[in-house]
């Protein structure tokens, strides 16, 4: 049906959670269990004076990522403070 690569079974998923489908949802995650595919963590890059740095979602090995999550929390609750709302329905 699908090919079978994981991403295509996480969105077709989260589609199903966002319509309050949730026995489709249960479906599709299972048979993505069943293929034995699964979800990759996400990650980000970026590069600073040449030099590229690369950050997976949980990940705290980078090394300075004790000051990189206090930056982080600082940011968030100013945004907080400001009156933002993350809008997170499909992630």
Do not use: C
Request: glycine share 8%.
């Amino acid at each position: 049906m699908w090919e079978d690569r994981h991403s295509s079974y996480v969105l077709m998923a989260n589609i199903y959670t966002s319509a309050g489908k949730w026995k489709e949802a249960a479906k599709t995650r299972s048979m993505m269990r069943n293929k034995g595919l699964v979800k990759e963590p996400g990650w980000s890059q970026i590069e600073i004076n040449g030099s590229v740095h690369v950050f997976m979602a949980g990940d705290r090995s980078h090394h300075r990522a004790a000051g990189i999550y206090e930056k982080l929390n600082e940011l968030n609750t100013k945004l907080k403070e400001a009156g933002y709302v993350a809008e997170t329905d499909m992630v």
